[in-house]
C-alpha cells in the first residue's frame, strides 16, 4: 500500500512562492513515476508536473518556468517550488504516484496512488 502525505501549501499573495512536500510511504529511488496535480472549485483536475525514475520532468504548459518538481530518494520525498503564483493557481494539489513503471508516459491527473492534498491559496 503506498500512502502519500502532501504539505506545505497555504496563502500568499501574487508573486508569492510555496514549495510544496510529499513524502511517501515508499522507497521513490525504485521503479516510479511521481508528479504533482490540482484541481480548483468547480474544475475538473488539471495535470501539474511529473518526473520519472532518472530525474526527467515534464510540466504543463501554464506552470512551466514557474514551478519546479524534484526528488529527495534518500527522504522518500517529492517536492513542488511555486514561484511568481497567480490567484489562477489557487486549487487544492495533489501529489500521485504510479509504480508500474520507471518512466511517465504522459502528464496525468489519474495516478493510481495519491495523497489527501494540501490547499494552496493566491490572493492579488
Known amino acids: 500500500q503506498v500512502q502519500l502525505v502532501e504539505s506545505g501549501g497555504g496563502s500568499v499573495h501574487t508573486g508569492g512562492s510555496l514549495r510544496l512536500s510529499c513524502e511517501a510511504s515508499i522507497d521513490i529511488y525504485r521503479r516510479i513515476c511521481m508528479g504533482w496535480f490540482r484541481q480548483a472549485p468547480g474544475k475538473e483536475r488539471e495535470a501539474v508536473a511529473d518526473?520519472?525514475?532518472?530525474?526527467?520532468?515534464r510540466y504543463a504548459d501554464s506552470v512551466k518556468g514557474r514551478f519546479t518538481i524534484s526528488k529527495d530518494n534518500a527522504k522518500d520525498t517529492l517536492y513542488l517550488q511555486m514561484n511568481s503564483l497567480e490567484p489562477e493557481d489557487t486549487a487544492m494539489y495533489y501529489c500521485?504516484?504510479?509504480?508500474?513503471?520507471?518512466?511517465?508516459?504522459?502528464?496525468?491527473?489519474?495516478?493510481?496512488?495519491r495523497g489527501q492534498g494540501t490547499q494552496v491559496t493566491v490572493s492579488s
Open positions: 518526473i520519472d525514475n532518472r530525474g526527467t520532468t
Open positions: 500521485g504516484a504510479d509504480t508500474s513503471s520507471n518512466y511517465c508516459s504522459r502528464l496525468r491527473a489519474d495516478y493510481p496512488h
